[in-house]
């Protein structure tokens, strides 16, 4: 009866005695290391599976058979510490399946002490697992990245401006954001259509966060064709110049705008507006100067930096 139990359950199990020789091994194991029991009885565990000589499941066995120790092996550090296949074809790729090992030593009547080792297929749960992570993951990068660009979207803009306020008034540091808007967007849509327009805006997200040097420092898509820069323990004129570079970097595109008035290519303006260290601020004064900045630069022509302090 016992034999036939061994035999049904669907876990591997070995019982092994004081000299490490195997005196047990179930169908189970038959079945997934492809050898017959009539192969491995008898023999010592290691000379089954060499490679484990001075691993972790060789100590428990020693532990467990020398200080009557129990261990169940991390899966985290052993995720597949036997020659184990779960089918043919695994085998032939030398595949091996994620395993859950427990080491149990064994008191036997009459005999020195045998030790059992209990071993149990997880790939399923290691795979259901994995795609529970990569949808957090996917389901934390649609939170917080904006869906057309692929840049940070205004949820994570206004928590990394938070952190960073608090960040500069805490350690008495600098921190200047910049508002980039594109010229003359309305017009662009109207003349080339919705979906040039798309386009063009990943185009100039692209090419404005790929300008940026640092980091710690973040462009997210504010809204619309306009764009929020936050960079940390930088002053107004750090800030002043990577604006410049971002405007002349657009420029650099040559993205042509019949619709637009003065130059006939697409550019953007932009304000900047610094927290300075004796001077901290509240996030939505910071933001209302950079806004204030960039309407500014829309009134002087467009296709230019200016920058208002709170």
Excluded at 11 to 37: E, I, K, Y
Excluded at 100 to 111: K, M, N, Q, R, S
Aim: overall charge positive; hydrophobic content about 45%.
């Amino acid at each position: 009866m016992l034999e036939h139990v061994l035999g049904a359950i669907d876990v591997g199990a070995v019982v092994l005695d004081a000299d490490r020789r195997v005196v047990l091994w179930n169908r189970w194991m038959a079945q997934h290391s492809g050898h017959p029991p009539a192969e491995v009885l008898g023999r010592d565990f290691l000379a089954v599976f060499p490679d484990l000589r001075g691993k972790r499941l060789d100590g428990a066995v020693r532990q467990a058979l020398r200080d009557n120790f129990p261990a169940v092996l991390s899966q985290t550090l052993h995720k597949a510490p036997l020659a184990l296949y779960a089918d043919r074809a695994a085998r032939s790729r030398g595949v091996r399946m994620q395993q859950a090992v427990a080491v149990t030593p064994l008191d036997v009547a009459g005999a020195a002490r045998h030790c059992l080792i209990q071993v149990s297929d997880v790939s399923a749960a290691v795979h259901r697992e994995r795609l529970l992570r990569d949808q957090a993951m996917e389901l934390r990068s649609q939170t917080f990245s904006d869906g057309l660009t692929g840049i940070a979207n205004r949820r994570h803009f206004d928590l990394s401006m938070e952190k960073e306020q608090r960040r500069a008034k805490r350690t008495g540091i600098s921190l200047t954001m910049l508002m980039i808007d594109i010229d003359f967007f309305k017009a662009y849509n109207d003349h080339y259509g919705h979906q040039q327009g798309d386009d063009t805006l990943i185009r100039v997200a692209n090419a404005l966060a790929g300008s940026l040097q640092r980091p710690l420092d973040l462009i997210a898509r504010y809204g619309g064709e306009e764009f929020a820069v936050v960079l940390p323990d930088m002053d107004s004129a750090g800030g002043a110049r990577v604006a410049e570079n971002l405007r002349q970097r657009i420029a650099q595109l040559a993205i042509p705008h019949a619709a637009a008035t003065g130059s006939r290519l697409v550019t953007v303006s932009i304000g900047v507006a610094t927290q300075s260290p004796h001077n901290p601020v509240e996030v939505v004064q910071l933001i209302g100067a950079a806004d204030r900045a960039l309407y500014a630069a829309k009134r002087c022509g467009r296709d230019r930096v200016v920058i208002e302090n709170p």
